[in-house]
DNA sequence: TGAGAAAATGAAAGCGCTTACAGTTTTTTT
DNA sequence: AAAAAAACTGTAAGCGCTTTCATTTTCTCA
């Protein structure tokens, strides 16, 4: 068995000084002097001494852990996500932790009773599809904003105060049908998650929206279904073109997210379309395997990695001042690929 | 601001009782009577009082965490394993925190420290690409395991002291082959992964030997390159066919997994090659994205969640009794997709 | 060279909990 | 009903560190 980890007692003991001295050696405190400071630090190393992170939190009151709030982790978007926080942070000298949040309510509270025992140094939240309400979310993320600094990559909730990084999702799925309509295509359609009304179905307004201003149809044309996973988008183009009489069929599709533009490319070479010339497609979120699909995926890179990024070094600013909550939007990026053709003389690559 | 969260102290005196017996009420402590415990946990209840599971870790030494530990985790089949643990801890009542190592010395460190101060029940490391060498790895992981109870989940490592999940990697690719050769494929490529002769090359090795078993060609017609990527695949299998006169092509392909599989399937449709019938393919890993490629992917499934389970469940059980070391390997199962079409009369889906 | 200021160090009180150990009630036994 | 046993509760010592405050040492300048 291995002999129990090296505490600062060892330290003090085998360098002739009281403990509150090798703490202040170790966190370079201007309180000691150098020498003295030099010394202890030797005996540490030589010791194979590790500060304890948790008594140093118990003691101190912070930690340099951050924790990171996303709904769950084999989304590839948020693994991307947290993986690029994670790096920031580390960049930094900094620890994060993940929480899962969408899994039950068992971990939500779990989260709680961690919230105050670990004394993050602050705390970031990833959103973005629909989970709890929208005043229930703004809430907690208020009262977690009263004990820490908090960052909220989502959409802005009314209320939440708290910085706020966010995409326009509306945009997003307003470009890709603007840049469908340059294609020249009429008839659209929208595949994709719970229903559109909603605030949080940014995606789904944004559809419409453009919809209406491009003095397209936007009859039931569009399927909404719950759900964001290559099931649901080959289900729901099923229904869509089972539904509708071929005659009537849309050109286009925009799909909530790549998953399930991933399962609606499935489905239509199953039924034996061809994409782009009988149907053209764009996704959302510009995912790992966006471009490997067949066709490549044209679809709306988020930038989420640039998202955490600003994210980790708003907490550490907020270290030394407080923050002000703020709200930033960044742009979102249509990456045209093949899947939705190009305008004149199209021809398929190879 | 939100006020101070309640202590064990706020109960004691609510309860007009020491915060001994709080404790005790509150750990369902044989030594307290039905009757204060019932008070207490009431007033406990009222006051909002939220155990503080860091000190309850400093005081008594041990903790409900089990540390995960996986290179990377935007890797879907880590995100799976990962997710899949996380859910089951949450099933009995622990909590699960990840590390991430492949990233850098500065996350190993951390978890160095994290190891010894958070009084973890126990680790769950998950390995399987080859980082570091398998001497270091199985110094590490029986390091670990002197401290805590340890499941490994990776290939068995020479003196590793610990419970052990695996899967015959080597047998994983053997069927892939075997299946190919059973539908008349006599040319198969592999396409993957660092040096086949390494030890942790397990799916190269499979690979070789069932070639070797079966009396096919083993020239050098299967290109070995670094990485996991589907770039990787793409590159990989552009130079296979580049270097190889068109007459010896191969007419089926393993895939190291399935994101090299995905980057090959885009490269050959590039070609104009058409899958199944110029060229069968197969992956591995049975990844989320493997039925909806085109064709979907024929590939073996490593049942990582179930890993994930038992992992965890051994885990709980080295809390009661301490575990003695075991193997227990699980078998991989081949799923059969459109991917290494049929052997007769064979046609396309739809 | 000595008084006062500045710098360095140490003692000790937490941080929020668990857990021997000791002390106090009950309960059981005779 | 008194003594012994059992059940419960409280006291206090950690767990490993930070930090305030008091104390000691060193430095500064007259």
Not at 68 to 73: D, G, K, L, T
Not at 180 to 207: K, P, Q
Not at 226 to 249: C, D, F, H, I, N
Request: aromatic content about 6%.
């Amino acid at each position: 068995m291995a002999q129990r980890a090296k505490t600062i007692y060892d330290v003090a003991q085998a360098a002739g000084v009281s403990i509150a001295t090798v703490s202040r050696a170790l966190c370079a405190s201007p309180q000691v002097s150098k020498k003295t400071a030099a010394r202890v630090q030797a005996v540490a190393a030589a010791l194979g001494y590790r500060p304890n992170p948790i008594a140093r939190g118990l003691g101190s009151g912070h930690s340099d852990v951050i924790a990171v709030i996303v709904p769950e982790i084999t989304h590839p978007y948020y693994a991307e996500l947290y993986s690029a926080a994670d790096a920031e942070a580390r960049r930094n000298g900094l620890t994060t932790m993940l929480y899962c949040l969408a899994a039950d309510e068992v971990a939500v509270a779990r989260f709680g009773e961690h919230m105050t025992a670990y004394r993050f140094m602050g705390a970031l939240f990833v959103g973005g599809v629909a989970e709890a309400t929208d005043e229930a979310l703004a809430g907690m993320l208020t009262g977690l904003a009263e004990r820490m600094p908090v960052v909220a990559i989502c959409p802005p909730l009314p209320g939440l105060q708290c910085i706020c990084l966010y995409n326009d999702l509306t945009s997003s799925t307003r470009q890709a049908v603007r840049h469908l309509h340059t294609l020249g295509h009429r008839r659209i359609a929208f595949l994709g998650g719970t229903s559109v009304v909603r605030t949080s179905g940014a995606r789904g307004m944004g559809f419409l929206e453009e919809l209406r201003t491009l003095d397209l149809p936007c009859d039931d044309i569009y399927q909404h279904e719950a759900g964001y996973t290559p099931e649901a988008g080959q289900v729901a183009l099923m229904k869509l073109l089972s539904a509708t009489p071929r005659a009537q069929w849309p050109t286009a599709m925009v799909a909530i997210n790549d998953l399930v533009a991933l399962g609606a490319l499935r489905q239509l070479r199953r039924m034996g379309l061809r994409v782009p010339e009988d149907m053209a497609v764009v996704g959302c979120d510009n995912q790992f395997f966006s471009p490997y699909t067949d066709p490549p995926l044209t679809t709306v890179d988020l930038h989420p990695a640039e998202h955490a990024r600003s994210a980790i070094q708003e907490l550490l600013g907020a270290r030394v001042t407080p923050v002000a909550p703020f709200t930033l939007m960044r742009e979102a990026t249509l990456i045209v690929r093949e899947s939705c053709g190009v305008q004149l003389g199209y021809r398929r690559f190879a």
